[in-house]
């Protein structure tokens, strides 16, 4: 099952295909060992195993990691799961070539002193050469915070991409009275929708992206 949609939901499909492109293909392929923070059920873990990364995929819920997509091809490598907090993360120092926290720092309401905490955690387990993919819902007020954060522990960001996914997700909450309905869900899920209404968040600049990547 799917709760949240985020196989289904336009912009969620298209928002988990630019994370895993981002890490695989910014790293021109030499991130290998790819930690997975918040991986929920595995979208992203299991995306990234198929094309080869060896990937730890790490939730706060044991339910999730039970659960968790474990279906690929023959010679990939299964991911490793696994319950633990972003507040502790589980991963030896110099261990892990990538860090994805996706949905994250925001999304679960810590304060900047904590989000610092938790971004020195996840830079101790980077090897040498090692990057943090950061990626979050924010309002528009948060972006500056965020960005703030992401640039904590002396942390160099190399890359900053908007979505321009503000306008999809306005039309998710026009449309939620009516999400059983399965025209509403066609529409939903429509991905060249998803990608018409983020020409028009890309015209609205910062204030058209719901969600920023950050790679640092």
């Excluded at 972003?86 to 679960?108: K, Q, R, Y």
């Excluded at 992401?150 to 449309?175: M, Q």
């Amino acid at each position: 099952q799917d709760p949240w949609g985020y196989c289904t939901r336009a912009a969620e499909v298209l928002k988990y295909k630019t994370l895993a492109h981002l890490c695989l293909t910014h790293s021109k392929g030499n991130f290998r060992r790819i930690a997975d923070i918040g991986c929920g059920l595995g979208w992203l873990a299991k995306d990234l195993a198929a094309k080869g990364a060896r990937v730890t995929a790490i939730d706060l819920s044991p339910a999730a990691v039970l659960r968790a997509d474990r279906s690929l091809p023959p010679d990939a490598l299964e991911p490793v799961f696994a319950a633990g907090s972003v507040t502790a993360i589980p991963l030896a120092n110099n261990s892990i070539d990538l860090m994805v926290i996706a949905d994250g720092l925001f999304t679960w309401g810590f304060d900047e002193a904590t989000c610092e905490e938790i971004l020195r955690q996840a830079a101790a387990t980077l090897v040498p050469g090692g990057k943090i993919l950061l990626m979050d819902y924010l309002k528009v007020g948060d972006q500056a915070s965020f960005m703030r954060i992401a640039r904590s522990n002396e942390l160099r960001v190399t890359r900053i991409l908007p979505l321009h996914d503000r306008p999809w997700y306005a039309v998710e909450l026009l449309l939620r009275p009516l999400r059983h309905q399965l025209w509403c869900q066609r529409v939903l899920s429509n991905l060249n929708l998803a990608r018409m209404l983020s020409l028009v968040g890309r015209v609205l600049g910062r204030c058209g992206s719901a969600h920023i990547c950050v790679m640092a």
